[in-house]
């Protein structure tokens, strides 16, 4: 791995969750995160957040609190590390889709009130992702950690793309401020988190399910592109985490179909 990408994962953590992980060489950083720089670290920064969580699902399940149990615990720890970055996003899109026109829509989703929707999409997803893990470690502690591992670092991948693939939708945010990734940085995210996923998923559970998981993550990423050209007419900092989000729990959903 060049050491350029290595070096740049404790700002990439900072951006994704809520570590305070800093080099005694880095500078002090003042203004939005350079996305373009930090792109290929943010696989690698995925994979240690769900590190810390495939960990605390193995703990739970090796003193016997169960699946369903187990699952909820990495899920709940995941959550606080990251802030809930990407449930926020999520249910905030989700509210929004209520409104009736793009201005509506995008003042809905900048309001800090969570909605019926919200609230809605955020139970589904917990119970999705929850469903998921425990389905997981059914077939074995192992494939339920590595599919975690693989699914928290293939999902950051989202966000990133999500940001060159439709405009920006309001003229301030986050999403503006951090810029648009060049191919270079994108692609280059993309093949560190193949990789990672390659490693992890091949030998628990096969070929076959990493190309599956793969398969649904790519198509509920492009069905949230969709959606977001659609209602809000480009993408915000809430639509990257929604669909952050949602990849990470499709891309579970595949590898639970294989594995079992």
């Known amino acids: 791995m060049?050491?350029?990408i290595l070096s740049d994962v404790p700002a990439a953590l900072r951006f994704l969750s809520r570590l305070p992980v800093r080099l005694?060489?880095?500078p002090r950083e003042d203004g939005p995160p350079d996305l373009d720089r930090l792109g290929p670290a943010l696989p690698l920064a995925g994979a240690v957040l769900g590190l810390i969580a495939a960990i605390v699902l193995l703990l739970a399940h090796a003193v016997g609190l169960g699946d369903f149990l187990a699952a909820t615990l990495a899920v709940t720890v995941l959550v606080a590390i990251t802030g809930a970055l990407h449930e926020d996003g999520l249910?905030?899109?989700?509210?929004?889709l209520g409104g009736w026109t793009v201005e509506r829509r995008l003042a809905i989703m900048k309001d800090s009130r969570v909605g019926a929707f919200g609230v809605c999409a955020l139970i589904l997803a917990f119970a999705l992702r929850i469903g998921a893990l425990a389905g997981l470690l059914a077939a074995g502690p192992a494939v339920a950690a590595a599919g975690l591992v693989a699914a928290v670092s293939v999902s950051r991948l989202a966000g990133l793309w999500m940001l060159a693939s439709l405009p920006f939708a309001r003229t301030d945010g986050l999403a503006r401020s951090a810029g648009v990734?060049?191919?270079t940085s994108r692609w280059g995210a993309l093949?560190?988190?193949l990789l990672i996923a390659f490693g992890l998923i091949v030998?628990?559970?096969?070929l076959i399910g990493l190309l599956v998981a793969s398969a649904f993550a790519v198509v509920i990423f492009l069905g949230v592109v969709r959606l977001a050209r659609a209602q809000f007419g480009g993408q915000t900092g809430d639509v990257a985490g929604a669909?952050?989000?949602?990849v990470e729990i499709a891309f579970l959903l595949g590898l639970l179909i294989v594995a079992h």
């Open 91 to 96: 249910s905030d899109v989700a509210d929004a």
């Open 2 to 4: 060049p050491m350029p």
């Open 181 to 183: 990734p060049s191919a």
């Open 24 to 26: 005694p060489s880095e």
């Open 203 to 206: 030998h628990p559970i096969g």
């Open 243 to 246: 669909a952050t989000l949602l």
């Open 191 to 193: 093949g560190v988190g």
